[in-house]
């Protein structure tokens, strides 16, 4: 039945998704599902009703299961594991760590998420580095293209490689774990920005093995936005320093592990906690994965996505719009790009969400345009065949 259009359609009921309106961008934000809403508000009425109790004696153990959760989602030590607000909080951490000689090299492609290059060239500036995006094969169906065009990339100065598992501009899924070993025999140090993997494509962090790899919870899992995490390699553990300092500075190297009493160890509380601040978000992955296995299994929440994005590459492909995105299952997922005629993207998107109650992003990246197309598993062929007939009424081609 997880394949069936009608059981799918049934489930839709169960997320808030208003019957008037069309979300194909998962991939910026999800709809919340019913339940994890309800879990939400329960558990913030009782931080509401007794705040010192929920701070003091039911937060910690409501952290540590969360972040159980997460881990065994991903596949990654809970040691090891810091739950933030999102994927900006998480990289700016991680490219905060950095210790490089002036005039080293941070190699990036052309096609990563314009907020964290604004967060790369503010550390480069300030700390005499450089930053180079290096461009890959555009629409290659081989995973090696990819990686050998970064390794070629590489120069003596180069000492970190940043990457998107999932570009946020053309939808396609970078062979991560492949560029991280490349890296690693390299010398480099590993960044990975997964904000897009998390739930749309299996993330298994084990595998991957990145020296910082971050991603949001509030995409494709459909957590509750407030939740996203950051996950490294042990070394690099104590290489992080808190943006904000609060209780948790201070500990000595020995007590790194020791346990803070406060939801996770002393590191975690040392980059976790800054004050009383809204965890809930956090505290409800649980109840984000619960849901999603009340869904069926994770293979079958993939396969329906990717039975939608194929739809998406037919229907939109015969009114004119090529996919940017491969074909190729392991370079692919549930978010599809379409080239597009160049339009300004905030208007025109905002005309799609005006005129026509859809929710549908424009991209741009190497001097190309984009309409990138979310697939998740709540979206129906009638409404990707409804994206179509809008764009066409706004005169795109």
Known sequence: MFHDDKYWTSQRKRIFLPR???????????P??????????????????????????????????ARKSLADYVNCSTSNLLLL????????????????????????????????????RRVAVERGWRIRTAPIPYKTED??????????????????????????????????????????RHGLTSI???????????????KIDADFYAANCHKWIMAPIGAGFLQMRPERKTTLRPPVVSWGWGYKAEE????????????????????CTERCPQMVLPDVFEFRKSLGTEDAIFQRSRDLST???????????????????????????????????????????????IECPITFAADRCFLRVSTAWFVTRNEIEKLGVAIKTLNAI
Not at 58 to 63: G, K, T
Not at 100 to 112: A, K, N, R, V
Not at 155 to 178: M, N, Q, R, Y
Not at 328 to 335: E, F, I, V
């Open 32 to 65: 919340t599902p019913v339940p994890v809403m309800e879990s939400l508000g329960n558990m913030r009425r009782q931080q509401a009703a007794v705040p010192s109790d929920f701070l003091w004696r039911q937060m910690p153990s409501l952290l540590n299961r």
């Open 85 to 120: 607000p999102n994927v900006t909080h998480a990289i700016n951490l991680a490219v905060d760590s950095l210790k490089l000689e002036p005039g080293s090299e941070i190699l990036t492609t052309e096609h990563e998420y314009g907020a964290m290059l604004l967060c790369l």
């Open 311 to 357: 739809f998406a590459r037919e229907h939109l492909g015969s009114l004119g719009f090529a996919p940017a995105t491969p074909a190729n299952t392991l370079l692919s997922g549930a978010m599809t790009a379409f080239e597009f005629p160049r339009v300004d993207p905030i208007p025109y998107r905002d005309r799609l969400w005006r005129e026509h109650q």
């Open 192 to 206: 990975v920005d997964g904000a897009h993997a998390p739930g749309m494509i299996p993330v298994d962090l084990a």
């Open 143 to 184: 995973p090696a293209d990819l990686v050998a065009a970064l390794e070629k990339a590489i120069v003596p100065e180069t000492k970190v490689l940043f990457f998107s598992h999932v570009l946020s501009t053309t939808g396609t899924v970078l062979p991560a774990a492949d560029l991280c070993s490349m890296a690693r």
């Open 20 to 30: 008037d309106s069309i979300n194909l961008n998962a991939g910026t934000l999800s």
């Open 256 to 275: 790194i592990n020791a346990d803070s009493g406060c939801g996770g160890s002393n590191w975690h509380l040392d980059l976790e906690f800054a004050g």
